[in-house]
């Protein structure tokens, strides 16, 4: 398969004369995802585009989605829908189709989204035996209007859990032996700032649970997952003040402040607590989230889920994402329940 890829992009490339000098840089046309090398990939281009759809609301493309079967079963970027309630569905062609969302599966951030019947082709599933490090990739960018294509850039490996934050950074000199950990920072829109929290205040309870240390917090805070609403009390001056905050995403919160996740602009809001994925380097954005991943001859070997950074792209394996839909399949007494979270460990970080 490298062969046949190779001789493709070289069949496209100009040749240089034996002794000729090279006199300007390579036509942009030639460059990894440029027009020309991209023809080697034409296979993968009208397989992957033909079966993605762009979800739309208010006339702005916010995540893209894959279309599985002809009765119009679509899978995607669940938490992307959490917000969301009146969309509509765009098909490569333009036309506007009815959707709506069946069932979510929270751990591994995958929805099931009902279009018309037929309207869209389904993509043709492969295993993911045959998938191994370097190999070339590609996936609809652009809000799914062209292709990208890259390489398989690590091995497969699962992305562990991140739980929910606060926004806030705390004391590292508490005393174990005394109620209450004191906050020193508030970030700007964090849950934290919108429920009136302040620097100089002590946490001295979460859900009635006494806290006493720090280490005690972060647990209990990262127990939590982003979206969940927790009752935390706090020790203002001679009053004690009770709020409600809804945790957000650690990257939401303080990808800001990391000078690398800055570099690498905007990134997917969940991007953790995946049980497996093949990571790509992909240039794709947080939007084209949803689409299906390719190998060079239009077979769907998974869904990309995550841009995680600048140069990493994480996709679930198509094995993985066909069983999750299986469950999440409407059945004669209606939809199954999403898979429960996994238990795993909660992060350790000093900023909550």
């Known amino acids: ?23 300007s840089r390579l036509d942009n046309e030639y460059f990894l995802n440029g027009r020309e090398t991209l023809k080697a990939f034409s296979k993968a281009s009208e397989a992957g585009l033909r079966s993605t759809v762009r979800f739309i609301q208010n006339e702005k493309v ?33 036309e506007r189709l009815a959707a709506h969302v069946v069932a979510k599966n929270k751990t591994e951030d995958i929805a099931l989204v009902k279009i018309p019947p037929g309207k869209v082709p389904p993509v043709v599933w492969k295993e993911t035996d045959s998938v191994f490090l370097g190999q070339w990739m590609a996936g609809p960018g652009n809000e799914g209007k062209e292709i990208r294509v890259g390489v398989m850039s690590a091995q497969r490996r699962k992305i562990e859990r991140r739980g929910g934050v606060l926004g806030i950074d705390i004391d590292v000199n508490d005393d174990a032996e005394e109620l209450g950990v004191g906050i020193t920072g508030v970030h700007p829109k964090s849950p934290a700032e919108k429920v009136g929290m302040r620097d100089g205040d002590l946490i001295v309870s979460i859900e009635d649970d006494k806290v006493f240390s720090r280490r005690q917090l972060v647990e209990i805070v990262s127990g939590y997952d982003p979206g969940d609403t927790i009752k935390f009390t706090l020790e203002r001056g001679d009053e004690n003040v009770s709020v409600w905050a809804t945790l957000d995403h650690r990257s939401k919160i303080f990808d800001p402040l990391d000078r690398n996740q800055r570099m690498s602009g905007d990134t997917s809001v969940r991007k953790a607590g995946f049980s497996e994925v093949i990571q790509t380097d992909l240039p794709l954005e947080p939007v084209d989230m949803g689409s299906p991943l390719l190998d060079i001859f239009g077979n769907v070997v998974g869904l990309n889920i995550a841009k995680a950074d600048r140069v990493t792209t994480f996709a679930l394996p198509s094995e993985l994402v066909q069983t999750i839909v299986k469950e999440l399949m409407p059945k004669k007494n209606g939809p199954k329940k999403s898979v429960p979270a996994d238990e795993l460990k909660p992060d350790t970080e000093q900023k909550l």
Request: no cysteine; charged share 15%; net charge negative.
């Open 62 to 94: 916010f995540i893209l989605g894959t279309v599985i079967d002809q009765r119009g079963y679509v899978v995607t970027k669940a938490s992307e829908f959490d917000k969301i309630e009146n969309f509509q569905a765009e098909s490569q062609s333009g």
């Open 1 to 23: 398969m490298r062969f046949i890829l190779f001789t493709l992009i070289a069949a496209a490339v100009p040749s240089i004369g034996f002794g000729q000098a090279i006199t």
